[in-house]
């Protein structure tokens, strides 16, 4: 079982930026598969970007050209770096391990003026 913990919500306004972290539990954290997916009240868990263990990445159309994805592998970390967000962007963002089929606890954000 791997284990995910999510950090670097919380409350921005209109065209911020934040910061999402993903610790991993394990020693094989490179060959790990890992996704960022997002809910919003009232509507389905959607898939917001994914980064492959060598680095190739893939992102819905609605946070192209404002979110990157990358990954740590010495410091079993995944990142979602969130670039002029927009009170669409609010959700619970959670992280996901594609190998294991283990989800975060998720963190809150908050989009709003």
């Known amino acids: 079982q791997v284990q995910l913990v999510e950090s670097g919500g919380g409350l921005v306004q209109p065209g911020g930026s934040l910061r999402l972290s993903c610790a991993a539990s394990g020693s094989i954290f490179s060959i790990y598969y890992m996704g960022w997916y997002r809910q919003a009240p009232g509507k389905q868990r959607e898939l917001v970007a994914s980064i492959s263990r060598g680095g190739s990445t893939s992102y819905a159309d609605s946070v192209k050209g404002r979110f990157t994805i990358s990954r740590d592998n010495a410091k079993n970390t995944v990142y979602l770096q969130m670039n002029s967000l927009q009170p669409e962007d609010t959700a619970v963002y959670y992280c996901?391990?594609?190998?294991?089929?283990?989800w975060g606890q998720g963190t809150q954000v908050t989009v709003s003026s």
């Open positions: 996901y391990n594609y190998n294991s089929g283990s």
